[in-house]
């Protein structure tokens, strides 16, 4: 179940005192727009309605996994993510210059960035523990991201954040050997 605001804001508080990083540098390497978050798919796809044009597009955050988690668990991502972004006003950024993402606000598919204001939802859901950082999309990243990423995952996991309540081995390592 999705913690209450005043939950999510104790939450956040912790995160920095704890040094943790979870405001990156606003938009600037991609090209962006802003748009409303009108439906949350799971804990790294959402439907956005773009200001410009009113057209909905599909947003996938650039270097998230969640998949192979099970239905509780990818359940709990989803309503972390709706939580911070459902029906509220995003800069969707995106970058055009690598041949590996199929992102142009012309394509019905777009992956890249969600902010909410300064605060990139990615790494929101990376440092709660509710996504981990795909390690596939490395070449696909800006630099600054990879280490902010990087270190947002493994934080969690060391303060048993999310998906990594547990002490036990990672869980997306768990599910692929049953």
Known sequence: MLAPAHSRTRIIRRLLLAGWSIVATAPAAGQ?????????????????????????RTVRLLALEIAGLPETASSRSRKNLAGWALNRTVTVEW?????????????????????????????MQISTGFARHDREQLADEPTNERTLYTEAEQR?????????KTSGPDPWQTLATK
């Open 32 to 56: 962006a727009f802003t748009a409303r978050v009108a439906r949350v798919d799971d804990g790294r796809t959402v439907e956005v309605i773009a200001e410009n044009d009113s057209k909905t």
């Open 95 to 123: 970058f055009p210059s690598s041949p590996n993402l199929p992102s142009s606000p012309k394509n019905d598919l777009i992956v890249g960035r969600l902010w909410l204001g300064s605060t990139d939802l990615g790494l």
């Open 156 to 164: 969690a996991k060391d303060h048993h954040y999310g998906m990594w």
